[in-house]
């Protein structure tokens, strides 16, 4: 039996939905949908980024857990901030995909969090955290949809697109740059919707992820 196949809350499998699949998080179905996160309550002038993983290059994307550690210093001994998650397409294949914090548009973790340790940036829609403020109460795990807050000795920890890894603007995270093939992608979603000619479709959940799968 494949690992893939035990369904917890760290593994997604898709159906066969009608607009091609749907994970399995967090014990939560999310259908992909092609929708721009503009519809699910985003200001329109607000421009959102996100990924966009391509399921169909087969790529373990063990290449980005690695970069992602070593840009954020984080020891072997701890998780990275993304993570491998095992996916059943339509056509009843498993393929590994790439996640990570889905930045989404209306952050349940964000809500949940008594310290305003978590905010969105209005310039490019990223959910990031003040660790200064967190107390380390752990709601926001519970409130995410996906599972994506870990928690060390400085509070939550979760991916902030590597800007406190230094990352600069117009600059690819460290888990994208470490994927030679194009399997991964991070740029505006619109952008990311466009260039992909229509087969990257956005995970819906009541949060609004900014994720793109195809
Ligand atoms: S994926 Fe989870 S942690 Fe990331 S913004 Fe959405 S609710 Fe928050
Ligand atoms: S663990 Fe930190 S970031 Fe998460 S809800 Fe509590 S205070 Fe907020
Ligand atoms: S963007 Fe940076 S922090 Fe987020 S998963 Fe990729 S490497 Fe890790």
Redesign the pocket.
Known sequence: MLESQNISRRSLVAGGAALGCAFLVGGKLVFPTGQAVADSGETPETVQYGFWCDASFNNDFKECVEACRTANNIPADEEALCEVRDYLSKYGRYRHVFT?????AD????KACPASA?S?RQEDGI?VVDHDRCIGCKY??T???????RYNASGMV??DACLSAGRTEGKAPACVEAVANGALHFGPIDDLIKESGGRAMQIT?P?????LLS
């Open positions: 990570s914090c889905m930045h989404c952050p349940s973790c964000m978590i969105k959910v926001c795990n409130a995410c949809p996906f599972d994506v807050p979760k991916c959940a949060t609004g992820p900014s994720y």
